[in-house]
């Protein structure tokens, strides 16, 4: 299959094999050439790895002389070799039973006796100052952990409230915590002084400064379970944010206070004006949002902390979309907790493009026509939400942020705009639709895809299926007219429902393609679909193409198996991959 590319066109995706201390090293990776062919075309070359005596090799001598730390060396067969070595790790043993205890009402599940012993010893060793480095408890941990405690005692219902051990526990525990602990923590534990008594200082605090005041009067709501207002909420995030660290350490509001607020209001279940003023908060941090001259675009969020199992395949279906006029905007970062796993920008990183790009230089790739797409990292776009990322490690569970930031318009267009979204837990569906309408979008869709992203597969459905909405099952509104938006002044909309069988398309049915953390794995098979190999990788991007098209009411794609098609014909004339191919060599000119 060759890919039309003018003569001086010519890149190398290969990869650097590192010394790795996981315990399952990665196997030689293949790679991709594109080399010129007859005519000056251009063709994509698979590359068998090499021997490993020829293999690229960095040794601790190089690494040392370089001034490289192992941690920061990237295997692109690992995801997880993306997380910043800068970032302070957290204690597992809290961490696991955060995972435990800082959840939803229904879903918690209450630590034993010997579990809840555990973690307090540990917690108590660690503010004794007896445990160092990553063996030492966060204060973001502590406030996450102990603000899950609080509101399952106030406000949860019985079968997720303490055990008997966690009480017994916390019964001996307490009197030496209270010794130990900071004030900040101590009023998170026992903020009005009514689960343990005992001396608690808690009604007393107010905090240091008016940020954690007002701090303090919102977690005292949020502790004993309550919501808070759309502009309560936005003014604790604009006070707080960004979140200023040195040498690890906050600078700004206590850390502890931080993440007891963000886990907390998550623990509560956010009220759609909780999540309205999360997804708003931000929007003019830089300014008012470009304007791309185009007739339409589509914002895509991805969850931002990526893909561990299965092939994430948006990059390359925004790729397809781009070669018949519809444009795509892609946004994320490059890891992210809780999953660390498989993202666009690691991926991008990977191939050579620039991930560093402002919102103004993404606009002109969106207008581009050679290109007709972009990605933006969060880190340029919203420097503020940016800042937490390793706050949201130690906090463990997902924080309303998780939700909200797939929901964003960083670049607008003058012409139809689209927003899609992937999520995982019912009950999300319908806020993320709220949201997507509260933005004025003509269309909106929600998609729950494999692990909780935006791709929908070929496979069959599980007999087995647990309880819930199935993987494939859709959500959205459109607009009934061309030019008018969906807003809140009760524009008419059409709103559907439904599960995508892809059966019922002419597809064959296939596993998805695993990728198990590997960015060139994902890389090798999105390429390869682009240069047209057939198979689960290419019917995936085809799926995803057509049906979303479909679904959103773009133009040309009213019947599916015309939009189906269209999408077949941008990769079979190697028009994606010399999309793909273009984004790399504009992305680069526009360091």
């Known amino acids: 299959m060759q890919a039309l590319l003018s003569p001086e066109s010519s890149f190398c995706f290969s990869s650097i094999h590192t010394h790795s201390r996981n315990p399952s090293p990665c196997r030689s990776l293949t790679s991709f050439r594109f080399s010129k062919i007859n005519g000056g075309a251009c063709r994509l070359i698979r590359r068998n790895p090499r021997p490993a005596a020829a293999r690229a090799v960095l040794d601790a001598a190089t690494i040392e002389e370089l001034g490289l730390k192992e941690s920061d060396i990237r295997n692109p067969a690992i995801s997880s070799t993306y997380r910043s070595s800068k970032l302070p790790k957290p204690n597992q043993t809290v961490l696991e039973a955060q995972a435990r205890v800082c959840t939803g009402p229904t879903q918690t599940r209450p630590l034993s006796e010997e579990q809840a012993f555990k973690v307090l010893d540990t917690i108590l060793r660690s503010v004794r100052g007896e445990l160092k480095d990553e063996k030492q408890v966060s204060k973001a941990q502590l406030g996450a952990f102990f603000a899950g405690m609080t509101i399952r005692a106030n406000s949860f219902p019985e079968g997720t409230q303490w055990s008997e051990g966690e009480r017994r526990a916390m019964n001996i525990f307490w009197p030496l915590l209270l010794r130990a602990l900071p004030p900040d923590v101590i009023f998170i534990a026992d903020p009005e002084g009514s689960i343990m008594g005992l001396g608690s200082s808690g009604p007393q605090f107010i905090g240091n400064g008016t940020s954690e005041m007002r701090l303090i009067g919102a977690l005292r709501e949020i502790l004993a379970g309550g919501h808070l207002g759309y502009e309560e909420v936005q003014g604790v995030l604009k006070d707080v ?271 998805t393609p695993r990728t198990d953390r590997s960015v060139s794995k994902n890389i090798e098979l999105g390429l390869a679909a682009l240069h047209g190999q057939k198979g689960p990788a290419y019917d995936r991007i085809v799926l995803n193409a057509g049906i979303v098209d479909h679904l959103l009411g773009c133009d040309g794609a009213e019947d599916v198996a015309v939009a189906l098609d269209r999408a077949r014909e941008a990769i079979d004339s190697g028009k994606a991959l010399k999309k793909l191919l273009n984004y790399i060599k504009a992305s680069q000119k526009l360091k």
């Open 241 to 511: 944010l960004p979140l200023k660290l040195e040498d690890g350490i906050s600078t700004g509001v206590s850390e502890s206070l931080l993440s007891a607020f963000l886990i907390g209001q998550r623990m509560n279940r956010e009220t759609d004006h909780e999540l309205e003023a999360y997804c708003l908060a931000f929007d003019d941090e830089l300014g008012p949002a470009p304007v791309a001259d185009v007739s339409s675009l589509t914002h895509y969020g991805e969850p931002y902390d990526g893909n561990t199992r299965f092939f994430r395949s948006t990059l390359f279906v925004s790729a397809v979309r781009s070669c018949y006029g519809e444009s795509s905007l892609l946004h994320g970062v490059e890891w992210m907790p809780p999953k660390g796993g498989v993202s666009e920008e690691q991926m991008l990183n990977f191939m050579g493009a620039n991930t560093n790009l402002s919102l103004h230089q993404a606009k002109e790739l969106i207008e581009d026509k050679e290109v007709g797409f972009a990605y933006i990292s969060q880190r340029e776009a919203r420097p503020s939400l940016y800042s937490l990322i390793g706050l949201r490690e130690h906090i463990k569970k997902r924080p309303p942020l998780a939700t909200t930031e797939k929901v964003q318009q960083f670049i607008r267009a003058k012409g139809r705009e689209s927003i899609v979204a992937g999520f995982y837990h019912e009950g999300y569906e319908e806020p993320l639709l709220m949201l997507m309408k509260r933005r004025g979008v003509h269309s909106g869709l929600v998609v729950k895809g494999e692990e909780g992203a935006l791709s929908m597969t070929t496979r069959i459905r599980s007999a087995s299926t647990s309880k819930g909405l199935p993987v494939n099952y859709c959500s959205g509104f459109r607009s009934v007219g061309k030019e008018s938006a969906c807003k809140e002044d009760g524009v008419s909309h059409q709103s559907f429902r439904l599960e995508v069988n892809a059966t019922d398309y002419g597809f064959e049915p296939t596993d």
